[in-house]
């Protein structure tokens, strides 16, 4: 079955460490992964998308097929980017599977 | 605002009660999608509808049934309600089925507490 897994719930780190968000998928066929967030009390919003291969916030995302992985990366974390993240895997157009999300904490 | 809109914003409802949940996608967006968020199994697709015609479903419970009407509104019915469908069910949309460049646009969600 398709599914996205994000082993953390919670992360915390402090401000300017580096941040690695993990997200593994299981698809038999050609992924699209995205990242979405939702910062305090905003909508959920799409982030970054994988085959854009594109930063955005400073944020960047690898697609590994060997390891099935799309782990979300920033080298030096700010306080703005506490919010929720959620890896997603869209399935053909027809609908998006999220996984359990991440609250990514940055402490001061 | 062209963005997505859901209401009710709060649902307080008894048991075995029924409720309907409304979304009004963005402007000039066919596709609309529902999904529920609880704390412990994170956001679950339920169903996705394009033009008026249902695309997809995910794990949506036979009680809750949804459509999307001419004016390409969508509403969410829950009947027969439990304890355990409390959730934040969310709406979103996109232009066409699948997220394009700029991804689903979500609505804001409509908090629903069964006691």
Known sequence: AQRVTQPEKLLSVFKGAPVELKCNYSYSGSPELFWYVQYS???????????????IKGFTADLNKGETSFHLKKPFAQEEDSAMYYCALDQGAQKLVFGQGTRLTINP | ??????????LITATGQRVTLRCSPRSGDLSVYWY?????????FLIHYYNGEERAK???LERFSAQQFPDLHSELNLSSLELGDSALYF????????????????????RLTVV
């Open chain 1, 41 to 55: 009390r905003q909508r959920l919003q799409l982030l970054l998308r994988h085959i854009s291969r594109e930063s």
């Open chain 2, 36 to 44: 529920q968020q609880s704390l412990d199994q994170g956001l679950q």
């Open chain 2, 1 to 10: 605002d062209s963005g997505v809109t859901q209401t009710p914003k709060h």
């Open chain 2, 58 to 60: 995910g794990n949506i």
């Open chain 2, 91 to 110: 709406c979103a949309s996109s232009p066409s089925p699948g997220q394009g460049y700029y991804g689903y646009t979500f609505g804001s969600g409509t």
